[in-house]
């Protein structure tokens, strides 16, 4: 069996985005299905936190498996499912408006939350939870609009990509319907739950009851992964398969001038391809 390069080897959880770092679109990237396989091999739990709102836990589960990879919900740390979890903290079968797609709805809905339609008459609206939609449509703004400023409904966002990888190339992301919304209402997210937020790093270590040292985080995103990853401590490895560049990240390194912002954005590791992270 092949041994990890020397850095990582007092590591016992390995946290990978998925768009760009496990698949594009609906195609595998290389190798990807036996280098977690030899992971779960070395007794390295590995687990997925992606800002994707779109598809449910399940759907996740059955794609992986699709793939060659065998996974289970658990496994899965979503944005919708994320932020779900702390709305059902704050307020128990809330009334909400969503711009987003099933993953997102069905994370609510499963929890006991009211999904309200559009133009739906209502005396007062909880929240309106923003995700990826990509059937958006202008009626969609103007309710959400009205449940902002009318209807006392807290702003809420799944995440804040600009853009999504696909096979070819990149699409716009969840970013231009959160910008949309605050457009049109004046107001920003009281919170954003996906990365680079740490907040669902911080609840995997939690419910792993495992200490940041021993963590790493893998993606390909400097401005979500990485920049989740560094807040919350732990090792991070930027992997070129997705949208990050290797001069992307030389261009920070060399127009760093001392400023901790950037700083955050730098990995601790840059690979190819997620087979680097193994000697032959």
Same mark, same amino acid.
């Given at each position: ?25 609906? #195609? ?7 280098? %977690? ?30 793939? =060659? ?19 059902? #903290? ?21 929890? =006991?939350? %009211? ?15 923003? =995700?990826?939609d990509r059937d958006l449509t202008y009626n969609k703004l103007y309710s959400a609009q009205k449940c902002i400023l009318e209807k006392g409904a807290e702003f809420i966002a799944t995440n804040s990509d600009s853009t999504l990888p696909v096979e070819k190339g990149i699409k716009p992301g969840a970013g231009v319907m959160v910008n949309a919304v605050t457009t049109c209402t004046g107001k920003y997210p009281k919170v954003i739950y996906g990365k680079p937020n740490p907040f669902g ?32 401590? %732990?090792? *991070?490895?930027?992997?070129? *398969? =997705? ?10 390194? %060399? *127009? ?25």
């Amino acid at each position: 069996m092949r041994e990890l390069i020397d850095d990582l080897k007092k590591k016992k959880l390995f946290i990978f985005d998925l768009d760009g770092v496990i698949y594009r679109g609906k #195609k595998l990237i290389e190798n990807v299905n036996k280098i %977690i396989k030899e992971l779960r091999e070395m007794s390295i739990k590995v687990i997925y936190n992606t800002n994707n709102s779109t598809i449910t836990r399940e759907m996740y589960v059955d794609k992986l498996n699709k793939l =060659g990879i065998e996974s289970k919900i658990s496994d899965f740390y979503t944005s919708a499912s994320i932020t779900t979890s702390e709305i059902t #903290k704050m307020k128990k079968n809330s009334k909400v408006f969503v711009i987003g797609e099933i993953g997102l709805k069905k994370e609510l809905e499963n929890s =006991g939350h %009211i999904i309200l339609k559009e133009d739906e008459e209502v005396d007062n609206v909880d929240y309106v939870v923003v =995700g990826l939609d990509r059937d958006l449509t202008y009626n969609k703004l103007y309710s959400a609009q009205k449940c902002i400023l009318e209807k006392g409904a807290e702003f809420i966002a799944t995440n804040s990509d600009s853009t999504l990888p696909v096979e070819k190339g990149i699409k716009p992301g969840a970013g231009v319907m959160v910008n949309a919304v605050t457009t049109c209402t004046g107001k920003y997210p009281k919170v954003i739950y996906g990365k680079p937020n740490p907040f669902g790093i911080n609840k995997i270590l939690e419910d792993n009851s495992l200490m940041k040292e021993y963590a790493v985080m893998i993606g390909d995103r400097l401005n979500t992964d990485i920049l989740a990853g560094n807040r919350a401590g %732990i090792t *991070t490895i930027a992997v070129l *398969t =997705g949208v990050t560049t290797r001069s992307e990240i030389e261009n920070i390194r %060399i *127009t760093l001038n001392n400023a901790e912002n950037d700083k955050d954005l730098l990995p601790n590791l840059i690979i190819e391809k997620l087979d680097d992270i193994f000697i032959s």
